[in-house]
């Protein structure tokens, strides 16, 4: 650039306040990318559900129970592919703060229903074979170290309790970055003969896919009309209305994430447009010398815009470098109490964005008080 060597000397005539604001900068993008992916976690839910699926449990609420035996009439149903059931067993692995999803699944149709978790056919053999298997996510199997082999003990207050044993048969992954490699399966079958029998045969919610997704409407009324005014009335929804009826639990994340966000762009905001102010107050009668020597006036409202911008970059690029950084070291520290985090690139782009706005909008001000000062009125006052 043409006048790089003046932008940067005005830049660097007071170093410490650079530092600050870059500083300024980089932990209120660092905060804007940590807010972003968990927005992103929470929501992840949907934005990944399977179109062409949909999630049945009870109609009072998830925690109640679904027998069995509706798993027969719910096939019947035209448009209707495969249905596979899943209880929940929530234990924990040695200690109460290890925990991590743990579902009892139906090894026939888990595969068919969910197919985007993959499992080794290798794996998956072994795991039909033998009654204590289980199978479990990439992303819990690097936290506790677990390889295939392992006798996993589970303990849990439900279901009798006690420690369940397991035999670590297989690891899954996903086809994409941002699914979940948390979940720990194991059999229906040892499942049920475990369990107190009172609550044998009922399962937690099913979940099913359609021929054709034009029919989830049609079938969804179906099932529910089925199971109406029996002891175990169903609800059924797509599965993305299912994941973020879920996440509303939690609160109004994405309110609340909005909130903070905005609270940091204003503050941002007012630093960096206190700090160019100042910074142009202070060269008030060079700028008024550049004048004099024949700069016209847009090219004084550049060198205000472009010191603006150049904080904005060089800051805004520390806070999203450190988020690379520091995001998947958090991922894993907070493994199991949130979703799994995962920094976008559209997130990374976002940030960007924003910080150079912020530079953009902060330097309009003192840029155009520069750009139509008159050189004899701010000569005077030196």
């Known amino acids: 650039m043409k006048y790089s060597r003046l932008i940067f000397a005005n830049l660097f005539r007071k170093k410490i306040r650079l530092a600050l604001t870059l500083g300024s900068f980089a932990v209120a993008l660092f905060l804007f990318a940590f807010l972003g992916v968990v927005k992103d976690a929470f929501g992840r839910g949907a934005d990944v559900a399977g179109a062409d699926r949909l999630v049945v449990i009870n109609r009072t609420s998830i925690i109640n129970t679904i027998p069995l035996s509706y798993r027969d009439k719910i096939l019947r149903i035209p448009g209707v592919t495969y249905v596979t ?9 040695q ?23 993959i499992v080794p056919d290798d794996q998956w053999d072994a ?14 199997a690097e936290r506790f170290h677990w390889k295939i082999g392992d006798r996993i003990p589970i303990k849990t207050t439900l279901y009798g309790g006690g420690s369940w ?7 899954y992954h996903g086809k994409r970055p941002q699914d979940d490699e948390t979940q720990f399966w194991f059999q229906w079958d040892y499942f049920e003969e475990k369990i107190p029998d009172a609550v044998k045969g009922q399962i937690g919610w099913y979940v099913l896919r359609v021929a054709n997704v034009d029919d989830s409407v049609r079938v969804a009324k179906t099932i529910d009309d089925e199971f109406a005014n029996s002891p175990y009335e169903t609800r059924t929804q797509t599965e993305s209305a299912f994941a973020a009826s879920w996440v509303k639990q939690f609160g109004n994340i994405s309110f609340l994430i909005l909130a903070i966000g905005t ?21 008030t ?31 805004g690029l520390i806070g999203l470098g450190l988020a690379v950084v520091m995001i998947p070291v958090m991922a894993r520290a907070l493994n199991g109490l949130l979703p799994s985090l ?14 150079l706005l912020v530079g953009l909008i902060s330097g309009v001000l003192p840029g155009v008080g520069a750009m139509r000062m008159r050189v004899v009125n701010a000569l005077r006052r030196v």
């Open 285 to 315: 009668s060079e700028l008024a010398v550049l004048k004099a020597i024949g700069f016209s006036d847009i090219a004084v409202l550049f060198f205000v815009l472009a010191e603006s911008l150049v904080i904005a970059l060089v800051g």
């Open 263 to 283: 609270v940091v762009f204003f503050t941002l905001l007012l630093v960096t447009g206190n700090t160019m102010a100042i910074a142009v107050r202070e060269r």
């Open 85 to 93: 059931h899943n209880n929940w067993f929530g234990g924990v692995y």
């Open 165 to 171: 044993e397991f035999n670590l048969v297989g690891i």
């Open 342 to 355: 995962v920094l976008a690139p559209s997130i990374l782009l976002l940030g960007l964005a924003t910080a």
């Open 127 to 140: 795991f039909l074979k033998d009654r204590q298997g289980a199978i479990v996510g990439r992303a819990t």
């Open 95 to 117: 200690d109460e703060k290890n925990f991590f999803p743990q579902f009892v699944i139906d090894p026939e149709n888990q595969r068919q229903v969910v197919p985007e978790l």
